[in-house]
């Protein structure tokens, strides 16, 4: 096997078997691929020994971000055979996710994180070293659910977790290409999983192979050496990228779908925590390409979403519905400036 977890997507997906029942007649608009995680928030005031219980993990927000906004979903992971396991598959099944490719591992449990907070800010500390997403591999990928839907999206830290599970969405973007449907990847960087080196290979391989990437700036600043849009998006085009959203927070985004490139201002909305807004970008984007968007206005609709993902606490509770953006969309007049971010010109 070749260095940095790396297999020939193609070789792989004609090897891999699906997970037993997992062949599924509806076809779906998008199955992400990861890791869920239970989230425990200390309280910011007063008894600081009490926790709220919430959930994360890039991808499962991601997947209930696009639910939310009317997309057929369904999420593939693995979870313990546990109470967190289990809150896990009742939150999916009450957000319209569906767990066709979600396995219970007996002999490991669920990730688990803890957010704490002090006059610095907050930090986060992880319980995920062993977890049954972690287990992952092209061996038990549900291979039957990949084929039958329309998009499959994934993440560098569902990379970074494991060699296996990196393996795993190699695997899964060959058996997601070869079937015809389209590829988003989020690099969503992490440098406390992987080391710089690593993360900066496997990131490239996947871009090349991807439809639709999708990085932050802190990505782009961890990855690229700038946060400047025309260097990043000509570094991602370098790298093989084929349409590109870079997602600059407080500053809007810029889409450029190798014809144009499009810069899409931000929305003004009283921000509190921007846990989870990367991840409703993905999932709205995903969504309204899905509906039948041009990519500029699936990004612009995504930059609406994202923006009130901030307005409330937590990864999935602030996610919005599909009138929460709309009446938004209506409140702010339209933006995007073409070939503001000094892309190529274009019709789009």
Not at 178 to 192: E, H, I, K, S
Not at 311 to 328: E, I, M, N, Q, S
Request: neutral net charge.
């Amino acid at each position: 096997m070749p260095r940095h977890g790396l297999i020939d997507p193609k070789s792989a997906a004609s090897g891999s078997p699906d997970r037993e029942g997992s062949d599924a007649v509806d076809r779906y608009d998008v199955i992400a691929l990861g890791e869920p995680m239970v989230e425990f928030n200390q309280a910011r005031d007063g008894d600081r020994s009490a926790w709220r219980q919430g959930y994360g993990g890039d991808t499962s927000n991601m997947a209930i971000a696009a639910a939310r906004l009317g997309a057929r979903v369904a999420y593939a992971t693995r979870v313990g055979d546990d109470a967190f396991g289990r809150l896990f598959r009742a939150l999916w099944r009450a957000e319209g996710v569906s767990e066709d490719a979600v396995a219970t591992d007996a002999d490991a449990p669920t990730a688990v994180y803890f957010v704490t907070h002090d006059e610095r800010g907050h930090a986060f500390a992880y319980l995920r070293a062993g977890s049954a997403a972690s287990r992952l591999s092209p061996a038990n990928l549900p291979a039957g659910v990949i084929r039958s839907a329309r998009a499959l999206h994934v993440s560098g830290i569902s990379q970074a977790i494991s060699t296996s599970a990196c393996d795993a969405v190699f695997t899964a973007i060959g058996i997601a290409r070869d079937a015809g449907a389209r590829v988003f990847y989020d690099p969503n960087l992490r440098p406390r999983l992987w080391p710089r080196d690593r993360a900066a290979a496997i990131a490239r391989a996947t871009m090349a192979l991807s439809d639709w990437i999708l990085p932050s700036r802190e990505d782009a600043e961890w990855m690229f050496g700038t946060g400047e849009a025309a260097a990043v998006i000509d570094a991602c085009r370098r790298a093989g990228a084929r349409g590109i959203v870079y997602k600059r927070g407080a500053d809007g985004c810029v889409v450029d779908d190798g014809r144009s490139r499009v810069v899409i201002g931000a929305h003004p909305v009283t921000a509190v925590d921007a846990t989870g807004a990367g991840d409703c970008f993905d999932g709205a984007f995903a969504a309204r390409l899905a509906a039948g968007d041009e990519p500029v206005e699936a990004a612009r609709y995504a930059n609406a979403a994202a923006a009130l993902a901030t307005t409330g606490y937590g990864a999935v509770d602030p996610l919005p519905r599909p009138a929460d953006v709309d009446r938004l969309l209506r409140a702010v007049p339209r933006t995007g400036v073409p070939n503001a971010a000094g892309g190529p010109r274009g019709a789009r």
